[in-house]
């Protein structure tokens, strides 16, 4: 089993920042993949960001060039520095952990981009 622990949500106003972070702790395997996932009202949960264990990245193309995904292997910690928010960027972020047999998630952190 993995747990996994976010942390960073909160409202903040158009233009700002925020940086998300999920610690994962239990049967850590090499080789996992970690991301971020969102969800707003009415939504289907889509894809923000991920990273492998060695590093290679892949995000949607709606946070290129704002977000930044990055990864602690030492921590078990994922990162996920957001800039240049938008109200459309509000919603409920999840931590993710995958091995090719399993996929965690965590229990949403949510992001309010709001004047």
């Known amino acids: 089993q993995v747990q996994l622990v976010e942390s960073g949500g909160g409202l903040v106003q158009p233009g700002g920042s925020l940086r998300l972070s999920c610690a994962a702790s239990?049967?850590?395997?090499?080789?996992?993949?970690m991301g971020w996932y969102r969800q707003a009202p009415g939504k289907q949960r889509e894809l923000v960001a991920t990273?492998?264990?060695?590093?290679?990245?892949n995000y949607a193309d709606s946070v290129k060039d704002r977000f930044t995904i990055s990864r602690d292997n030492a921590k078990n910690t994922v990162y996920l520095q957001m800039s240049s928010l938008k109200p459309e960027d509000t919603a409920l972020y999840y931590c993710?952990?995958?091995?090719?047999?399993?996929?965690?998630w965590g229990q949403g952190t949510q992001v309010t981009v709001s004047s």
């Open positions: 993710n952990y995958r091995i090719p047999v399993k996929s965690y």
């Open positions: 990273i492998t264990s060695g590093g290679s990245t």
């Open positions: 239990g049967r850590i395997f090499s080789g996992n993949v």
